[in-house]
């Protein structure tokens, strides 16, 4: 008889999460936290969404999203998570650019930028200030008609090599271009800006392994390999969820499975106004990914001053359609030092990651689809020679993912590795008024999406399903403080 992942299940719980990305497992964890009974969905083997790793034989542990992330995540891990959590998130040392248009290593803070600017770069030191205050007042509701762009050429008219400084990491951070609303990458890069890059030094597993034991210390009730079929609504009211066949009742469910999905899918169209539905049909999927994984023999070492995060192109501009592109120029590159598992096996590892179409590889065979993966990793493989040398002779383990990959171990429509654009936050925020009880928290663009936006719009939808429940309850509403700052 097959498993039942769903055995000793209650049939109603006050809140069901589906997904256990870091928004989901964040709002899910406050919930639980707060006192309420919570079933927490997961429709892989492993919980951590994006925020996810694997173990290949040779003492390889290779992690997919741990790159980098702005200093917030150690109030937010503090306050939401555990201090044992947010104790363990370290500042990157080095970020290096490499490119037809410049070569440097930087702190990556507004201190060392505005050095940079103006000693290598020749800007006045006022329209930096400017720039830097102009994007750290940024908020959602400011005008959208200004493109980053615009922004650029304003402050820095024609110097395309400043651009690329500004722009590369924070495409790579959520996915945003130059034609994208200035916002978009306001809010990111100060938030970068504030003190630099920020890793979790223990890896993902042993990130997720805490949360998780967390999440069990308030009570909630993870299950995996528990694929959430439907949302059931009635009289505009969410009702309960199925959940491998079964029923199970809720009053307040939240979503962080992709957004589309969820209005779509588990929902359905007729549930909503029709010019809801219809602008939700709108709203546009981030790119998606590729990466390579490239495990090193066990005594070999790199040299630290190789970086800890390589923003490397070999496009004479910067453009978005090239970053993009399956003619990959592109990459960035992660270096993972022993000191990034200091309780595991000490192994260098390094990840190329790229952003790519979905529809470059959803429609190959399954042979070309191989056949353009090995291509993938030779490319790649050619490419770091020049600050790995002899990479070949010194590897252990080498393969790739494509969106076709990301797709299939998250269910992200078309592998987007940042949920939507920036527009998907309205409607993400706008469920509940058309469905009572119905909240989605997942990667939104803008400040939602990535490891702090993730975790921070977790705990902002769980004081919202709260809210809604302490009235329900005929209780107040919960304490303000409970919401995160901006970094
Ligand atoms: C290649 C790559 C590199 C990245 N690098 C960085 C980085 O350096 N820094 C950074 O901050 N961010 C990075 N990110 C982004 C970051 O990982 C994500 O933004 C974040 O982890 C997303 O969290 P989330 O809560 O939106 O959910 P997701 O991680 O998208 O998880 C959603 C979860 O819902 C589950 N699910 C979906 N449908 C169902 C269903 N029907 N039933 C049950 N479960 C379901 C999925 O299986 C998944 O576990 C990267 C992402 C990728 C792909």
Sequence with gaps: MPKDFLE???????????????????????????????????????????????????????????????????????RYWTAEIADSIVKLKNIRFDNPQFSLTTSFDRVDFTRLLTEQFGASANKIDEFFDTARSMNFYDDQATTTGHLFQKFFPDRTDIWRLLMEPITYANGSTLEDPALTYGIVFSNFMSKGVYTYQGGTDQLVERMTAEMRRNGVDIRIKCDAEKIFVKSDRVVGVQVNGREIKTRAVVSNANLKQTMFRLVGAEHFDKTFADEAEQVRLNNSSTQVYMGLNADERIDEETGDLLFSSTAPEFRTDLLLSRDITSRTYS???????????????????????????????????????????????????????????????????????????????MGASFGTKFEGLAVSRSLPEQIRGLYHAGSVGIIMSGWLGAINYGVIVANDVDAMLMKAAGASSPPPENTPARE
């Design 335 to 413: 270096f993972y030092y022993p000191r990034t598992r200091p309780e595991g096996r000490p192994r260098c590892l390094i990840v190329s990651s790229t952003n790519a179409n979905y529809s470059d590889w959803s429609e190959l065979s399954d042979e070309d689809y191989e056949l353009s993966k090995q291509d993938l990793i030779e490319k790649t493989l050619d490419h770091i020679e020049r600050y790995v040398p002899k990479i070949r002779e010194r590897l252990d383990h080498v393969e790739a993912a494509t969106p076709r990959t990301f797709r299939h171990y998250t269910k992200h429509v």
């Design 8 to 78: 000793g299940a209650r049939d109603q719980y006050d809140v069901v999460v589906i997904g256990t990305g870091l928004a989901g497992m964040t709002a899910a964890n406050i919930l639980g936290r707060a006192g309420y009974s919570v079933l927490l969905l997961e429709q892989h083997y492993k919980l951590g969404g994006m925020a996810t790793w694997f173990k290949r034989p040779g003492g390889h542990i290779f992690d997919i999203s741990l790159h980098g992330f702005p200093v917030g995540m150690i109030k937010s891990c503090r």
